[in-house]
């Protein structure tokens, strides 16, 4: 299983910065993919950004430029750097990993961590 632990939300001026980090822990062969989503009132759960074992990044579209992606050396923290937030940028953004838990798994399995609130007002 896969633990994943979130932080770095809050409330932020438009225009302002935030980091978002997401540690994975627990018994798991590999993390392929990590990545954020987010999911504002009334909307549905969006992809965010992706980053895979690779470094090869996934962005939507409206925030390529102002949000980056990135993990530690390890991959098993991924980082979400947002800037110039704006009042559309408000959601509670979640964390995800596609990982195999054991090498002998014939799948990989996609976890969620419970989600940090951004909230960008003025």
């Known amino acids: 299983q896969v633990q994943l632990v979130e932080s770095g939300g809050g409330l932020v001026q438009p225009g302002g910065s935030l980091r978002l980090s997401c540690a994975a822990s627990?018994?798991?062969?590999?993390?392929?993919?990590m990545g954020w989503y987010r999911q504002a009132p009334g909307k549905q759960r969006e992809l965010v950004a992706t980053?895979?074992?690779?470094?090869?990044?996934n962005y939507q579209d409206s925030v390529k430029g102002r949000f980056t992606i990135s993990t530690d050396n390890a991959k098993k923290t991924v980082y979400l750097e947002m800037n110039i937030l704006g009042p559309e940028d408000t959601a509670v953004y979640y964390c995800?990993?596609?990982?195999?838990?054991?090498?002998?798994?014939?799948?990989?399995?996609?976890?969620w961590g419970q989600g940090t609130q951004v909230a960008v007002s003025s």
């Open positions: 995800y990993v596609n990982a195999k838990r054991r090498w002998s798994d014939w799948r990989n399995y996609d976890y």
């Open positions: 627990g018994s798991f062969a590999r993390l392929y993919v």
């Open positions: 980053i895979t074992d690779s470094d090869v990044t």
